[in-house]
């Protein structure tokens, strides 16, 4: 046997040891613990109140918080929705009333924490639009092949230097108007008016003379 004072150090290194292995386990199973968010899913728009639905399943379950934040904020600040103080599996985990919030894009977030000090959580990323349209997500293009087109030989047409010859068309005569008086009838109905102009002044003249004898 050895000094009193020896034993008394192995006897304490002994109790430590023990008491590792006794409750290394417990300490590991109390880091061990689910939280997870099934409803709403990712992507989905959101309106008015909307029932969170989850998981806060851990071994020395300690508390949980439900939050959310802007997508596009990078200062990593959460809103509070609400806080779960006992393990919920696959149940309502809380009420968030969307429409006292602008409309966009936000991360919602369950963190459960245990006994042991360890944190979980889990977040998804959904749409807010109480009072304007969805944005609806483009799918990817699928590459296509190409489309081939025909395009036609363009035909050149040379005129002929040797043009055909042009054959002069007569002109159509009109037909005699039968009411045209030629020039000789009017000349010789001159003449028959001077003639009978000039009996006429004879015998005038030849009466008066009578007249007179």
Known sequence: MGPPHVLLRMG?????LVVTLLFSPLAA???????TIGAPAPGDVLRGVVQVQGTT???GFASADLAFAYESDDTNTWFLIGEIDRPISNAELGTWDTSVITDGDYVLRLRVSSLAGTQFE???????RNYTAPVLAVPPATPTEA???????PMVVVASPTSAPVTP??????????????AD????????????????????????????G
């Open 29 to 35: 199973a109390q880091t061990q613990g689910t939280a």
């Open 185 to 212: 009838a009017v000349y010789a109905g001159f003449g028959r008016g001077a003639l009978l102009v000039t009996a006429l002044v004879l015998m005038v003249g030849i009466a008066i003379l009578r007249r007179r």
């Open 12 to 16: 304490s290194v002994v109790t430590v």
């Open 122 to 128: 889990t977040k998804v990323t959904v749409q807010v």
């Open 57 to 59: 399943d851990a071994e």
């Open 147 to 153: 489309l081939v087109m025909g395009v036609p030989t």
């Open 169 to 182: 068309v007569a002109p159509t005569l009109l037909p005699t108007n039968p009411a045209a008086i030629s």
